[in-house]
């Protein structure tokens, strides 16, 4: 046992947080959970609840041919709360795997609290513990106080970025006349019903004058932060207009494969939208993140045909997203190399998404688990999912460093070909995570890790 004896401190009960607190107090080890919501809220969160998610409602594609689904069944593997929770509260989204918000946030919630190990304290932490084992997992909305605390720390400058959250819709508001429901290629309807994504389409012309008014529209100002990047993933669709007129229409608003089935031609552009909740009643405008202002939204997006009278449940929003320079700060454990007692987890890492957050958070509850042991915590394989991901937090050169998704490009590649015969991206893809998965077994089989019962 650590020698202080002490509860494990967790600062911040986002998806890194909760997992590494349920996976600690599974294990026998007492936990201090820090969350300052609801006592102090941040410009995105709306609730006080654990694992709230404030972006999209999706953990993305849950398939071995994705590198995010690959991360998806490690994280079963390990016996992951957050992937248990989002398992039950599963909507339909065709390949990928969306939750209703809610749901999700209560289940992780009430999981914790049911957990006689950990200690829930809604406040704010401006400091680090001088002392014991800590967890950083504040996220990219970390309070100014603890942010300052930790550049003091670290003695290096921040970096961030905005991110920006797309409007949910009232699906009773939506002119279904217009709109249809259809997976692209009619991949994958997941509950029989004609599709999982509800197809608001465009001629050319309602194209062109929907992208004049996503340029011209007012934007929130950026005062101080000015001249800060967007991560890519997270691009504010007038962001993509500005770029080039045609930008959107080969991202979010791609209509290929989208038939209109009442006149059997492909639009010249669709906007979609995505169940944000098991009802259905919410809807999710695909893509749409956004940094015009709330009157500017409602103008411009009642311009798409079929949301002329829709009412907006959640307009999008603008935030600040804060992460430090992991690899001149962390090592392959997640540990500040300045002082080892302190681990780092979640978007603040620079990870990208919620999957990536909560498994760097699973990741940082083992090794602070062997270190309440007294062993030294060990990564697991670079062909992992996980691995792969902790070795570009940790070994990324500074200068190339930007929040980075899991994706096939982290993980070393398979052979090309079998019996002379080049193996196809899907075969390659699939062959990377049935080596991942069995890698993973024998590093778990190695530290002796069985998962936690849910």
Not at 156 to 176: R, Y
Not at 284 to 298: A, C, R, W
Not at 357 to 365: E, I, N, R, V, Y
Request: charged share 25%; net charge neutral; proline share 7%.
């Amino acid at each position: 046992m650590h020698a202080s004896h002490s509860p494990i401190t967790i600062i911040g009960a986002g998806l890194a947080g909760s997992e590494a607190a349920w996976q600690l107090a599974r294990r026998g080890i007492p936990v201090r959970l820090y969350e300052m919501r609801p006592v102090k809220m941040t410009p995105a969160h709306k609730t006080g609840k654990c694992a709230e998610l404030v972006c999209s409602n999706t953990f993305r594609a849950d398939h071995l041919e994705s590198a995010v689904g690959l991360l998806h069944e490690e994280m079963r593997m390990l016996g992951s709360l957050i992937m248990h929770c989002a398992d039950r509260s599963r909507i339909p989204a065709g390949t990928a795997l969306a939750v209703d918000r809610e749901q999700f946030s209560e289940l992780v919630s009430k999981a914790l609290q049911r957990e006689p190990l950990i200690e829930l304290i809604h406040e704010e932490v401006s400091h680090l513990p001088e002392q014991g084992l800590v967890l950083v997992a504040s996220g990219p909305l970390t309070s100014d106080a603890l942010y300052e605390n930790i550049q003091r720390l670290t003695g290096e400058q921040h970096l961030c970025f905005f991110d920006a959250i797309a409007p949910v819709v009232n699906a009773e508001t939506i002119d279904m006349s217009v709109a249809y429901w259809k997976n692209r290629y009619d991949k994958h309807v997941s509950d029989g019903t004609e599709g999982d994504y509800l197809n608001c389409p465009m001629n050319k012309e309602q194209y062109d004058a929907f992208i004049d008014a996503l340029i011209q529209a007012e934007k929130v100002a950026f005062k101080d932060f000015e001249n800060i990047p967007f991560f890519e993933g997270c691009m504010p669709i007038e962001e993509m207009a500005e770029r080039g007129r045609e930008t959107p229409r080969f991202g979010p608003m791609k209509p290929v494969g989208l038939e209109d089935p009442r006149t059997g031609q492909i639009p010249y552009a669709v906007v979609q939208l995505r169940r944000d909740n098991r009802l259905g009643n919410l809807l999710n405008m695909v893509g749409f993140q956004t940094k015009m202002t709330y009157g500017e939204q409602k103008r411009v997006f009642r311009m798409i045909p079929g949301l002329e009278q829709a009412e907006f449940f959640r307009l999008g929003s603008l935030h600040r997203n804060t992460f430090i320079k992991s690899p001149a700060l962390l090592d392959g454990t997640l540990r500040l190399k300045k002082d080892p007692r302190i681990l780092f987890a979640g978007q603040i890492t620079g990870v990208e998404g919620y999957v990536e957050s909560a498994s760097t958070g699973l990741m940082a509850g083992l090794f602070l688990c062997r270190l309440w042991q007294g062993l030294p915590p060990v990564p697991p394989p670079e062909t992992t999912a996980h691995g792969a991901l902790l070795a570009h937090i940790s070994r990324t050169r500074i200068e190339d460093f930007q929040p980075m998704n899991i994706n096939f490009g982290l993980i070393p590649p398979v052979q090309q070909s079998e019996g002379g015969r080049r193996l196809s991206k899907l075969q390659r893809r699939r062959s990377i995570s049935e080596r991942a998965l069995e890698h993973l077994q024998h590093w778990m089989a190695d530290q002796s890790w069985t998962p936690p019962s849910s």
